[in-house]
């Protein structure tokens, strides 16, 4: 257990000061809260009309779908690296992995998530 003591008093240091930056400020700021401070600003200009409505959910399911394809094509080069010591199953491995990937890139394109209406 002695090896992981750096590892503990890191944690534990790491710990205290989140806790002291979160806690802290909340015990030592000054609050006084007015009318002028509740306002929106947005870059000094005074808002003119009320919120548009809602934002786009497009954007959030092309972004989505980015992280999901991105996160599994990061996946290529730990294979890459290893292609030699795996051999075959390796090989075979990787396959099926890019045919699954390939299914749900072409579920995705036939439902229309890539296209930005």
Known sequence: MVP??????FLLVALAAALLFT?????????????QKADPYECGVEPTSPISGRFPVRFY???MLFVVFDVE??????????M???RLFGLFEMVV???ILAIGYA???KKGGFQWR
Request: net charge positive.
């Open 73 to 82: 094509t990061a996946s290529f080069y730990p294979w890459a690296v290893e």
């Open 84 to 86: 030699h010591a795996l």
């Open 4 to 9: 992981y003591a750096p590892v503990g008093i």
């Open 61 to 63: 399911l092309i972004a």
């Open 107 to 109: 579920y995705v394109w």
């Open 23 to 35: 806690i802290l400020p909340g015990l030592l700021g000054r609050s006084k809260p007015n009318s």
């Open 97 to 99: 992995f890019v045919a």
